[in-house]
């Protein structure tokens, strides 16, 4: 590689827009090959017969329901609890803090193992469910705790980071001008920092959407029941290879439309998390 | 971020710190110390709960695989080592039943070969099958069913003449030591209720517990039976190993596993209910060194000590039935 003071004045622009050009290429490619290869691997005839094996219908359903649930419960629950998590101190914020992104790091068989062992049947938590006639593992309930469990991070660190920066001077302005707390969060918070949300949404969606170890692990795999579509795709790999290829290219179709989707929905530049 | 109230967050977060540090000291110190897993046979299983008579076949099970005596272990002993030329490196794809018996056969295999090392890759059969077919490499594939071995044979993986048959096991009924189902006999697994763990049809051990079950139906039970078993399971596993997992936490009242999960098993772990003989499946594991290898002198050297008497032998300690 040549020091850039040897390259002569006149070939800079060049090679600039040169080594430009190969890095953003090779960024691309390496994100967008696999996915074509996907759907170059199985012809069309066989893709659309596939769509019609029971085993794929109901793993995009059980997919697509669980996932929406799983969001709608992170984006109910989750944004109020930011909001207090960001405008009040109180004793061991520091430690929810820490603990609001340890589903990161957690390797998701982890996870599962852990809600396995709390809420199982002979679990801690569980077995008094279980008294009560409850069971929790190895049923759907259990598909959406794991989702929710290491998707929510995604929500709440945005809505956390956005809420941190959001101008205390526009709440305190409709303070003055008499309205209540909620009605300041409703009216003035939510709508501006909406985008922002619906970005972390987004990736809490896809999260959710894509859970493998810890839904093995917590709630089985059971197909109708529990068996998500990563499951059914690792399930069908190993038996029939269409049907595999043609779950993972519906979970592609799929991602690639919500991220279209928001993309035309929010018109503003977003922070991310 | 956060804005700092300066003492209170940095001692939260030293002590959030230390607390970690010691948890995995305490975790590594407590690996380091434990000993070997079990290589003794364990004894049979506590006294039989069930006293039921006709129509079923067996009450609770005592032991369920031949036992090793201390006479037949004097035979055989310590490998002698071998020295030969090949001082390779065998990676050897194998079936997920032989987990608990897989860091024995290493090293009794390095011990036999000194300078060959062994690695496994452990998983159900139909996934490392697939890992092969998509260009994995692998010296050595045991696998758990003669119809992936013939598959892999016919798509030309296998080097035909090295393919072996290499020992066999039975289909067997385990449940949680407490035996939350309350499950006495064969015909309770079709009560409602029932939470039964099973593997996948396309592992190797799900596709021997249908046909259990379907020989079941057809001699002493009936198809009515036969579909009640399958509304009760939860969940289909994709190896064998996880449905004793998914037991052993009691979180499934009964799972369908291999004999030798049963007997390797430490005592208590588990109740078991054997399946008569001419009702169950013999599911035979068969050993081939494959065309890629390149290490096919220490391929070679394992699969002389996986057919040999030391080899049948760890294999037989385990619970597995020799051929």
Same mark, same amino acid.
């Given at each position: 590689?040549?020091?850039?003071?040897?390259?002569?004045?006149?070939?800079?622009?060049?090679?600039?827009?040169?080594?430009?050009?190969?890095?953003?290429?090779?960024?691309?490619?390496?994100?967008?090959?696999?996915?074509?290869?996907?759907?170059?691997?199985?012809?069309?005839?066989?893709?659309?017969?596939?769509?019609?094996?029971?085993?794929?219908?109901?793993?995009?359903?059980?997919?697509?329901?669980?996932?929406?649930?799983?969001?709608?419960?992170?984006?109910?629950?989750?944004?109020?609890?930011?909001?207090?998590?960001?405008?009040?101190?109180?004793?061991?914020?520091?430690?929810?803090?820490?603990?609001?992104?340890?589903?990161?790091?957690?390797?998701?068989?982890?996870?599962?193992?852990?809600?396995?062992?709390?809420?199982?049947?002979?679990?801690?938590?569980?077995?008094?469910?279980?008294?009560?006639?409850?069971?929790?593992?190895?049923?759907?309930?259990?598909?959406?705790?794991?989702?929710?469990?290491?998707?929510?991070?995604?929500?709440?660190?945005?809505?956390?980071?956005?809420?941190?920066?959001?101008?205390? !001077?526009?709440?305190?302005?409709? *303070?003055? /001008? @008499?309205?209540?707390?909620?009605?300041?969060?409703? &009216?003035?918070? +939510? %709508?501006?920092?909406?985008?922002?949300?619906?970005?972390? !949404?987004?990736?809490?969606?896809? *999260?959710? /959407? @894509?859970?493998?170890?810890?839904?093995?692990?917590? &709630?089985?795999? +059971? %197909?109708?029941?529990?068996?998500?579509?990563?499951?059914?795709?690792?399930?069908?790999?190993?038996?029939? /290879?269409?049907?595999?290829?043609?779950?993972?290219?519906?979970?592609?179709?799929?991602?690639?439309?919500?991220?279209?989707?928001?993309?035309?929905?929010?018109?503003?530049?977003?922070?991310?998390? | 971020?956060?804005?700092?109230?300066?003492?209170?967050?940095?001692?939260?977060?030293?002590?959030?710190?230390?607390?970690?540090?010691?948890?995995?000291?305490?975790?590594?110190?407590?690996?380091?110390?434990?000993?070997?897993?079990?290589?003794?046979?364990?004894?049979?299983?506590?006294?039989?709960?069930?006293?039921?008579?006709?129509?079923?076949?067996?009450?609770?099970?005592?032991?369920?695989?031949?036992?090793?005596?201390?006479?037949?272990?004097?035979?055989?002993?310590?490998?002698?080592?071998?020295?030969?030329?090949?001082?390779?490196?065998?990676?050897?794809?194998?079936?997920?039943?032989?987990?608990?018996?897989?860091?024995?056969?290493?090293?009794?295999?390095?011990?036999?070969?000194?300078?060959?090392?062994?690695?496994?890759?452990?998983?159900?059969?139909?996934?490392?099958?697939?890992?092969?077919?998509?260009?994995?490499?692998?010296?050595?594939?045991?696998?758990?069913?003669?119809?992936?071995?013939?598959?892999?044979?016919?798509?030309?993986?296998?080097?035909?003449?090295?393919?072996?048959?290499?020992?066999?096991?039975?289909?067997?009924?385990?449940?949680?030591?407490?035996?939350?189902?309350?499950?006495?006999?064969?015909?309770?697994?079709a009560n409602p209720g029932v939470k039964i763990a099973m593997e996948d049809k396309s592992v190797p051990a799900g596709t021997a517990t249908v046909a259990v079950l379907a020989n079941l139906a057809k001699s002493t039970y009936n198809a009515d039976w036969n579909s009640s078993v399958f509304k009760n399971v939860v969940t289909y596993e994709t190896s064998e190993p996880a449905v004793a997992t998914k037991v052993s936490l009691g979180e499934a009242d009964a799972g369908f596993v291999y004999e030798s999960t049963y007997t390797a098993a430490p005592k208590n772990t588990y109740?078991?209910?054997?399946?008569?003989?001419?009702?169950?499946?013999?599911?035979?594991?068969?050993?081939?060194?494959?065309?890629?290898?390149?290490?096919?002198?220490?391929?070679?050297?394992?699969?002389?000590?996986?057919?040999?008497?030391?080899?049948?032998?760890?294999?037989?300690?385990?619970?597995?039935?020799?051929?």
């Open positions: 590689m040549k020091p850039a003071g040897s390259i002569p004045e006149q070939y800079r622009r060049t090679v600039t827009y040169i080594a430009a050009g190969f890095l953003i290429l090779s960024v691309t490619l390496y994100l967008a090959l696999p996915i074509a290869a996907l759907f170059l691997r199985i012809t069309p005839d066989l893709f659309f017969s596939s769509l019609s094996d029971p085993q794929v219908t109901s793993a995009l359903w059980l997919s697509l329901f669980t996932s929406v649930i799983s969001l709608g419960v992170v984006i109910l629950v989750g944004t109020p609890f930011a909001y207090v998590h960001t405008r009040c101190s109180y004793p061991g914020k520091v430690l929810v803090d820490t603990l609001i992104d340890l589903p990161l790091v957690l390797p998701p068989a982890v996870a599962g193992v852990a809600l396995l062992v709390l809420y199982g049947r002979a679990g801690l938590v569980g077995r008094y469910f279980s008294m009560a006639g409850i069971s929790i593992a190895f049923t759907t309930l259990a598909v959406i705790m794991a989702q929710i469990f290491v998707a929510s991070p995604f929500y709440l660190r945005q809505a956390k980071s956005l809420f941190e920066q959001f101008d205390l !001077a526009y709440e305190q302005t409709a *303070r003055t /001008l @008499g309205a209540s707390p909620l009605r300041t969060f409703l &009216a003035i918070t +939510l %709508p501006l920092t909406a985008g922002g949300l619906v970005s972390g !949404a987004v990736m809490t969606f896809g *999260r959710a /959407l @894509g859970e493998f170890g810890a839904t093995i692990m917590f &709630a089985g795999n +059971l %197909p109708g029941v529990t068996q998500t579509m990563p499951l059914a795709v690792y399930v069908g790999m190993e038996s029939n /290879l269409a049907s595999g290829l043609t779950i993972s290219i519906l979970l592609v179709i799929i991602s690639f439309g919500i991220m279209i989707a928001v993309r035309l929905l929010s018109s503003k530049e977003v922070q991310h998390a | 971020m956060i804005p700092m109230k300066q003492s209170l967050t940095k001692t939260s977060l030293i002590l959030i710190g230390i607390v970690c540090v010691l948890l995995l000291a305490t975790a590594f110190l407590a690996g380091c110390t434990s000993t070997a897993p079990q290589s003794q046979t364990p004894a049979a299983t506590p006294a039989p709960v069930s006293a039921t008579p006709a129509p079923t076949p067996q009450p609770l099970v005592t032991t369920a695989a031949p036992v090793s005596t201390p006479a037949v272990a004097a035979t055989t002993g310590t490998p002698k080592p071998t020295f030969t030329p090949s001082q390779g490196n065998v990676v050897a794809y194998t079936a997920a039943s032989l987990s608990g018996v897989s860091p024995k056969l290493a090293s009794d295999f390095e011990k036999m070969y000194p300078g060959d090392q062994v690695v496994f890759n452990l998983d159900g059969t139909q996934a490392l099958k697939t890992q092969v077919e998509n260009g994995a490499y692998a010296d050595v594939f045991i696998s758990a069913s003669n119809s992936y071995t013939n598959m892999l044979k016919g798509e030309g993986y296998f080097v035909n003449s090295t393919v072996h048959p290499l020992t066999s096991n039975y289909v067997i009924v385990i449940l949680p030591a407490s035996n939350p189902g309350n499950i006495q006999s064969l015909a309770d697994l109740l078991a209910i054997t399946i008569p003989k001419k009702d169950n499946y013999l599911q035979t594991y068969t050993i081939g060194i494959l065309k890629g290898s390149t290490s096919t002198g220490a391929s070679a050297d394992f699969e002389n000590f996986m057919l040999s008497a030391f080899g049948e032998q760890d294999l037989k300690d385990y619970g597995f039935r020799p051929l």
